[in-house]
């Protein structure tokens, strides 16, 4: 299957700091990205999503001011963590759609994960 | 309000057995589920899926069932491998990409 790389894969911040974290799809091109947000033992929350060239779509109780994406190229979108506090500490997960995939909802590949810890 | 439940947080299942994971939707809306499987501290992986015109979808030694009527699907694993330990999240899709997933199975196959 396809790849989606994140980066970092794990970060410690203090809080008050802003941490970006980037999602790239290695071999294909996506059009429109997701990003989630996962607690322990909790299901993966869906942020928002993320179409390039355009403005993220965010997901009902979440703060695009505070959670800023950017979706610059086909192959990459950043998620970045305005002053961060402890209760942002979590795993972020991006997923990215293959543009030209033919099996739909097939299509969408998940990267490693970003865990972030708010100190 | 969770969606896409999955009651179950944890099945252990003997190795070579049926490893049989439940997940219930409350929105009928949903015309698309998956499942995926999860590693720790990696992202999900695409199993198998399933549209909603279809009861049964089989893959090798994975097989979704879904049964409309009473909004519950079940992802049916045999014979049960020590690989396949993981933890396995029901999504369900309308009409989009977005997926919204359950709180996630944790399957432990004992050799």
């Known amino acids: 299957g396809a790849v989606v790389s994140q980066h970092p894969s794990w970060v410690i911040c203090k809080s008050g700091t802003s941490v970006k974290i980037e999602c790239r799809s290695l071999?294909?091109?996506?059009?429109?990205m997701f990003w989630y947000r996962q607690f322990p033992k909790q299901s993966l929350m869906l942020m928002a999503t993320s179409n390039e060239g355009s403005k993220a779509t965010y997901e009902q109780g979440v703060e695009k001011d505070k959670f800023l994406i950017n979706h610059a190229s086909l192959t990459l979108s950043t998620l970045t963590v305005t002053s961060a506090h402890p209760e942002d500490s979590s795993f972020y997960i991006c997923?990215?759609?293959?543009?030209?995939?033919?099996?739909?909802?097939?299509?969408?590949?998940f990267g490693p994960g970003t865990r972030l810890t708010v100190l | 309000d969770q969606q896409v439940k999955q009651n179950s947080p944890s099945l252990s299942v003997q190795e070579g057995r049926i490893s049989i994971l439940n997940c219930d939707y409350t929105n009928s809306m949903f015309d698309y589920f998956l499942w995926y499987k999860k590693y720790p501290a990696e992202g999900p992986t695409f199993l198998i899926s399933i549209s909603s015109i279809k009861d049964k979808n089989e893959d090798g030694r994975f097989t979704v069932f879904l049964n409309k009527s009473a909004k519950h699907l079940s992802l049916h694993i045999v014979p049960s491998q020590p690989g396949d330990s993981a933890v396995y999240f029901c999504?369900?899709?309308?009409?989009?990409?977005?997926?919204?997933f359950g709180k996630g199975t944790k399957l432990s196959v004992i050799p």
């Open positions: 997923s990215a759609r293959d543009s030209l995939g033919s099996s739909g909802y097939n299509e969408q590949f």
């Open positions: 999504a369900a899709s309308k009409g989009s990409y977005q997926l919204t």
């Open positions: 071999d294909f091109q996506a059009t429109t």
